[in-house]
Structures are given as structure tokens and as C-alpha cells.
């Protein structure tokens, strides 16, 4: 980027300080990546103030911050943000889903959208919810300086509902990052989960829970497996899952102490968790790209995944990469727990390492700022 000198970027980036999931772990090391790769650019993370945010760039001389004040998103985006803009005269401005209403004209904008599968998922939605972000998102997707998505599906279907066909729309990938692709000892992390949280023998899912998540379907065919098992769900539960509750109700004692939910582990925990899984499982119905099954495995884990949507692409975890609805979930989840084949893991580790590095992400955003 040496044709231009001094450039600055401002991110919205208080998901930082949320939950684990896809969002975050797309700012997070899509900056990292970005600001590894051009020190020559001045990177300003907008976020609340939290150690463990600052030490995950702490290595990085060309990122700093700016500690919001308001909790209340809105009053962020109405007021706060657009101060911060005009204040530092940043060059660009980069937000998840919605930009500011109020913009400033030396500034070039950039959304991510990720998804909107609330439109083509719509009795999984209130009409409230997706009149709001129907409205946000076609007015960000039309008002930004450049609109970028993190699959082909997310970029279909933007240009489809959006009626973006003559925008350009720049797909900036998810990946998946270094610490899973390091060497471990599955003994030992299982070792590990077991004295720590009290769990062994796990099948495992890992993202938010809602419906459209799917877990309801896990949970079904779980009693019917070994009594040796048990099921772990990691993530926080950011709608209502009637279903999934209703399965949980009914089932009895014995069986439902076997299944365990956890929610704000730290980075390393989740590494352990997916470490010492037997099977990792991920029987979501959409996405707009689907990091999870990714991370599973890139640390050798076997994975039963969902084929619907964005998740389609993931066809070297055939033959275990299914559709959930049709197909016989507990003949899949049995074979697979039986499965020993190291060869085949290893072969989807590399794959996924080659695949989905976050330098391809980088490298988007890189040619957006040259533009």
C-alpha cells in the first residue's frame, strides 16, 4: 500500500467484547491479518475497554483504540461514532450490517453484511425483526462506498433482495485461524475438560442458540445413543428455541444430566473444548457462512455437517456433510463415532488450512483501500 501514505481506518468493533461467535471472530482476525500485513496503516478499533480485547493486539504497533462511552448502540451510531469520524478525519469507516445514518463526506464506508437469512428463514422471524433489518441493511447496502459479504451464497442472495446488481459486492472469506492448526495431545485435553468442567465422552456443537441453529435435532436422537455420551452446547442462547426447550422438558432426568450447555468460555477453553470432542456436530438449517465446523476441523475432530446454504461448500467433510432435515441423523452420528480413519482428518485439516486463511480476507480489503 505504498502508493499512500498515512491512511486510517476506523472499525466498529464492539463486538470484540461480546460472545464468541462468527462476527466477532471476523473482526478479529481479519484486523490482525490486515494489520500484520500493512503497518504502514493506522487501525482504530472502536470497542469497550477490556484487557483481554487489548491484549489480542497488543502486539501490533499500527492498532489502537477509541474505549466507547455509550452502552446503547443506537446512541453509538447516531452521535458517538459520527463524532469519532469527523473528529480523526479517518479515511474509512468499516461496520458490521448497518452504517451511521449521519455521514461524513471525507470518510469512505464500508459494510460487511453477512447474512440475511432472516428473509428466506421468515417463520423463524418476527415481521418486526426483519421490517427493521430490512430496512437498515438495504439502506447501508445502497449508502456505503463498498459492500462486502463472506460467502457466494451472502452475496447471491444480497444482490437478489437488495437489488444490488449493479454494485459492486466484495467477498471477504472467514477463516480460520493459527492456534487450530497447533499440535496437541487429545489426552491431555481431555484430561483437561474433565477435571475442569466435569464432562468426557462429548459430542459437541459450537455457535449461538436459536432455532434456526438446529439443535433440536441433536438432542432428539441423543437418547437413543450410547449412555456413555454426552452432549455439550457452546454458545448463548440469542433467541427463542421452542422446540429444543420442549425436547429438553420431556426427556427424562438421567439422560438430560448428560447434556451440558456452557456459554462466555475463554479462547483457550473452546480450543480445549473442540480438542477433546469425540464428534463435533453442526446440524444448522442456514448460514451465511458457518465458521464452526471449520475450527472443528482444522483440529482433527470428526464432523458431522450440515449442507444447506453457505454451509453447501463444505464438501470435503463428505460423507459425513449432510442434510439434516432428510437425512438419518443417528445412523450418521453412529458411523461417525465409530469412525478411526486419522488419514481422512488430516487430509480435511489441510484443506481447510489452504482454503480459508484470513490473508485472502486481507487481501479484499487491501484492494478496497487501494481503491
Not at 463486538?15 to 494489520?35: D, V
Not at 500493512?38 to 499500527?62: A, H, P, Q, R
Request: aromatic share 14%; with cysteine.
Amino acid at each position: 500500500m505504498s502508493e499512500r501514505e498515512s491512511v486510517k481506518i476506523f472499525v466498529d468493533a464492539y463486538l470484540l467484547n461480546k460472545e464468541h461467535q462468527g462476527i466477532r471472530t471476523y473482526i478479529k482476525e481479519l484486523y490482525k491479518e490486515f494489520a500484520r500485513r500493512n503497518t504502514e496503516v493506522d487501525i482504530y478499533l472502536g470497542c469497550f475497554k477490556d484487557k483481554e480485547v487489548i491484549g489480542e493486539f497488543e502486539e501490533f504497533s499500527n492498532v489502537q483504540y477509541l474505549f466507547y462511552k455509550s452502552q446503547n448502540r443506537l446512541s453509538r451510531m447516531l452521535f458517538e461514532i459520527p463524532k469519532l469520524i469527523k473528529t480523526h478525519q479517518f479515511d474509512f469507516a468499516h461496520f458490521q450490517y448497518i452504517i451511521p445514518p449521519f455521514r461524513n463526506k471525507k470518510t469512505q464506508y464500508i459494510v460487511t453484511i453477512h447474512d440475511v437469512l432472516f428473509n428466506d428463514f421468515r417463520d423463524q422471524f418476527s415481521r418486526g425483526y426483519r421490517l427493521k433489518r430490512n430496512f437498515l441493511f438495504k439502506y447501508s447496502a445502497r449508502k456505503s462506498d463498498f459492500l462486502c459479504t463472506v460467502s457466494e451464497y451472502s452475496k447471491a442472495r444480497l444482490k437478489a433482495i437488495y437489488q444490488t446488481e449493479n454494485k459492486e459486492i466484495f467477498v471477504t472469506p472467514n477463516g480460520v485461524s493459527a492456534d487450530f492448526f497447533a499440535a496437541y495431545s487429545k489426552e491431555e485435553e481431555q484430561k483437561y475438560i474433565e477435571k475442569t468442567f466435569k464432562v468426557k465422552n462429548y459430542i459437541l456443537y459450537v455457535s449461538r442458540i436459536e432455532a434456526r441453529k438446529n439443535q433440536q435435532s441433536l438432542v432428539e436422537v441423543f437418547p437413543s445413543l450410547s449412555d456413555d455420551l454426552s452432549l455439550v452446547f457452546i454458545g448463548e442462547k440469542t433467541m427463542e428455541n421452542a422446540e429444543l426447550d420442549r425436547k429438553l422438558n420431556e426427556m427424562d432426568q438421567k439422560t438430560r444430566n448428560r447434556i451440558h450447555f456452557f456459554n462466555d468460555l475463554s479462547e483457550k477453553d473452546l480450543i480445549s473444548f473442540l480438542r477433546g470432542a469425540m464428534v463435533f456436530a453442526y446440524p444448522s438449517l442456514a448460514e451465511g457462512f458457518g465458521i464452526p465446523p471449520l475450527e472443528a476441523g482444522a483440529v482433527k475432530i470428526p464432523v458431522l455437517c450440515s449442507n444447506a446454504t453457505a454451509m453447501n461448500d463444505f464438501d470435503f467433510f463428505a460423507p459425513f456433510h449432510i442434510d439434516f432435515e432428510k437425512d438419518d441423523v443417528k445412523s450418521y452420528l453412529t458411523k461417525i463415532l465409530a469412525e478411526k480413519e486419522a488419514s481422512r482428518l488430516d487430509a480435511i485439516s489441510e484443506t481447510i488450512k489452504q482454503r480459508y486463511a484470513w490473508s485472502k480476507a486481507s487481501k479484499i480489503l487491501e484492494e478496497i483501500i487501494r481503491k
